[in-house]
């Protein structure tokens, strides 16, 4: 019996806005978000208020309902602050 070989991976290109906000939320939250798939689903809903399917970036972090070490309310801050520096240009 032989087994085929796994699939390659395309890198993602860094310049793509869904890239760039999932590595920020990976870089600055990993100590204020512990579970892995909280920081995916605010990456996710993130994106989605960069697609314009959220109102507001609190609102992508408060559906988002993570389980955080801090106030919600101060994460909504950290993240609309840290999201605004990545400069990116809503769709």
Do not use: C, W
């Not at 809903?45 to 988002?64: I, P, Y």
């Amino acid at each position: 019996m032989t087994t085929k070989a796994p699939s390659k991976i395309k890198a993602a290109d860094p310049s793509d806005p869904l890239k760039i906000i999932y590595d920020m939320v990976e870089k600055e939250f990993t100590d204020v978000l512990p579970v892995t798939n909280d920081r995916y689903r605010l990456g996710f809903n993130l994106h989605k208020f960069f697609k314009g399917e959220a109102n507001s970036v609190e609102e992508a972090v408060r559906t988002t309902k993570p389980e955080t070490k801090i106030d919600l309310n101060e994460l909504v801050k950290k993240v609309e602050e840290k999201y605004n520096k990545l400069n990116l240009n809503r769709k």
